[in-house]
């Protein structure tokens, strides 16, 4: 999808001129470059899955009475659209807080994220699927959404939008967080085929063997979800960032002397 994630490389780009990940690893010296797999999508499971989650939950329990209700009164359907913004808002203004160390994450996140919504915007909202009440509604909302972006009101995150689009494509939370996890994989290893780390063929292989990791990160922190103003942060239960050598190595990618990705 044209996001802007092929523009992006997770901080790969940043780790391999660092020295933290070699280059052109062979069949038996890629432990670096797949080290840097596993702690980048282990701390996208436990810090940035937790928002996409969060979102999917908050957008269809108030998008749920409308399943039953047969008055198709447009008031009540102005009051979900308010509602589901004004949640999405909050957890989206707590995602952008806590990139906030990060400058060069925050960008790409606010980029692919404005990407997206304008990609559901431009394009599935005028699919014939979206015709029916629950489709209207969440058109109503992306258009909200996006106008209050551009207003400069709200920054509109990947993980967030994310999780708002899926919703709208009728999309399960067990599937959005398989499919999360997966694109953040595959980003890495197209960023990886372009700096020459691997080769094609290799990256598809090995991408195979991922899968296991997608599949037992999701066993173990697919519960997770963002709670406001609670005590729960203190013992790693919400959104926790796991990898703080990696972000450092991100933070850097803008001081790179020649560079091909954006972050």
Known sequence: LPTGGFVASAGLEAAVQGGLVRENASEDENDSFMRFIHDSTNNQAQFALPFCSQVHDTVLANLAPLDTDTDKD???????????????????AYHHSMLASNKVAMRASIA????????????YA?????????GRV???????????????????????????????????CAHMQQLFLFQFVRQIFSAAIRLNLVGPLRAQMLACDTQKLVNALLERHSHR????????????????????VLELFQGMHD?????????
């Open 138 to 172: 969440c058109v109503k909302i992306a258009k909200r959404l996006q106008r209050l972006s551009r207003l400069g009101e709200m920054r509109g995150h990947w993980a967030t939008m994310f999780g708002f689009v899926c919703v709208a494509l009728g999309i399960s």
């Open 126 to 134: 005028h699919a014939g699927f979206m015709e029916d009440r629950h």
């Open 255 to 263: 001081r790179l002397y020649s560079r091909i990705f954006n972050s």
């Open 74 to 92: 447009s008031d009540k359907d102005d009051q979900v659209v308010e509602r589901a913004i004004e949640e999405i808002r909050r957890t989206d």
């Open 112 to 123: 692919q994220g404005g990407g997206l919504l304008s990609l559901f915007n431009r394009g």
């Open 225 to 244: 979800r963002v709670v406001f103003e609670t005590s729960e942060d203190l013992f790693g239960e919400t959104a926790v960032y796991t990898e703080p």
